[in-house]
Protein backbone atom coordinates (compact mmCIF):
# COMPACT_ATOMS: atom_id res chain seq x y z
CA UNK A 1 0.00 0.00 0.00
CA UNK A 2 0.94 3.58 -0.54
CA UNK A 3 0.25 5.27 2.77
CA UNK A 4 2.30 5.34 5.63
CA UNK A 5 -0.55 3.78 8.15
CA UNK A 6 -0.43 0.44 5.83
CA UNK A 7 3.18 -0.24 5.63
CA UNK A 8 3.35 -0.46 9.73
CA UNK A 9 3.15 -4.56 10.73
CA UNK A 10 0.49 -4.15 13.64
CA UNK A 11 -2.79 -4.63 12.29
CA UNK A 12 -4.75 -2.61 15.45
CA UNK A 13 -2.74 0.98 13.57
CA UNK A 14 -3.89 0.29 10.28
CA UNK A 15 -7.96 0.13 10.99
CA UNK A 16 -10.32 3.12 10.00
CA UNK A 17 -6.97 5.74 8.88
CA UNK A 18 -6.59 4.76 5.26
CA UNK A 19 -9.13 5.58 3.00
CA UNK A 20 -7.51 4.19 0.33
CA UNK A 21 -7.86 0.83 2.20
CA UNK A 22 -11.67 1.61 3.23
CA UNK A 23 -12.56 2.08 -0.12
CA UNK A 24 -11.18 -0.80 -1.07
CA UNK A 25 -13.20 -3.46 1.14
CA UNK A 26 -16.34 -1.34 0.25
CA UNK A 27 -16.15 -1.77 -3.22
CA UNK A 28 -14.62 -5.57 -2.75
CA UNK A 29 -17.53 -5.92 -0.70
CA UNK A 30 -20.22 -4.46 -3.44
CA UNK A 31 -18.75 -6.92 -5.65
CA UNK A 32 -19.19 -9.78 -3.54
CA UNK A 33 -22.99 -8.70 -3.11
CA UNK A 34 -23.46 -8.23 -6.36
CA UNK A 35 -21.72 -12.04 -7.41
CA UNK A 36 -23.59 -13.28 -4.85
CA UNK A 37 -26.95 -12.14 -6.01
CA UNK A 38 -26.06 -12.96 -9.62
CA UNK A 39 -25.41 -16.84 -8.48
CA UNK A 40 -28.81 -17.16 -7.17
CA UNK A 41 -28.26 -16.34 -3.21
CA UNK A 42 -29.43 -20.11 -2.56
CA UNK A 43 -27.73 -23.36 -0.82
CA UNK A 44 -25.60 -24.08 -3.76
CA UNK A 45 -21.99 -24.32 -3.29
CA UNK A 46 -21.00 -21.12 -5.35
CA UNK A 47 -23.44 -18.88 -3.81
CA UNK A 48 -22.16 -20.01 -0.18
CA UNK A 49 -18.97 -19.95 -1.29
CA UNK A 50 -19.32 -15.96 -2.45
CA UNK A 51 -21.66 -15.24 0.58
CA UNK A 52 -19.01 -16.01 3.12
CA UNK A 53 -16.59 -13.75 1.00
CA UNK A 54 -19.47 -11.18 1.29
CA UNK A 55 -19.46 -11.66 5.12
CA UNK A 56 -15.52 -11.68 5.24
CA UNK A 57 -15.17 -8.28 3.78
CA UNK A 58 -18.54 -7.01 5.03
CA UNK A 59 -17.16 -7.56 8.28
CA UNK A 60 -13.76 -6.07 7.68
CA UNK A 61 -15.51 -3.08 6.42
CA UNK A 62 -18.02 -2.72 9.39
CA UNK A 63 -14.49 -3.32 11.48
CA UNK A 64 -12.70 -0.01 9.33
CA UNK A 65 -16.20 2.04 10.14
CA UNK A 66 -16.53 1.09 13.82
CA UNK A 67 -13.18 2.20 14.47
CA UNK A 68 -12.78 5.07 12.14
CA UNK A 69 -16.01 6.43 13.97
CA UNK A 70 -14.56 5.65 17.16
CA UNK A 71 -11.19 7.43 16.30
CA UNK A 72 -13.40 10.26 15.51
CA UNK A 73 -15.68 10.95 18.41
CA UNK A 74 -12.61 10.47 21.16
CA UNK A 75 -10.52 12.53 19.15
CA UNK A 76 -7.79 9.80 19.17
CA UNK A 77 -6.67 10.44 15.28
CA UNK A 78 -5.85 14.42 16.18
CA UNK A 79 -3.36 13.33 18.85
CA UNK A 80 -1.67 10.77 16.73
CA UNK A 81 -1.34 13.36 13.70
CA UNK A 82 0.10 15.54 16.79
CA UNK A 83 2.47 12.34 17.44
CA UNK A 84 3.77 11.85 14.07
CA UNK A 85 4.59 15.03 12.99
Known sequence: MACRECERDEFWHKLGRCRGCMLGCALIALLS???WRGLGADGSVPALTALLFLLGSG????????VWS???LTGADRQHDEETR
Do not use: E, T
Open 70 to 72: WRR
Open 59 to 66: GLLALHLL
Open 33 to 35: GLI
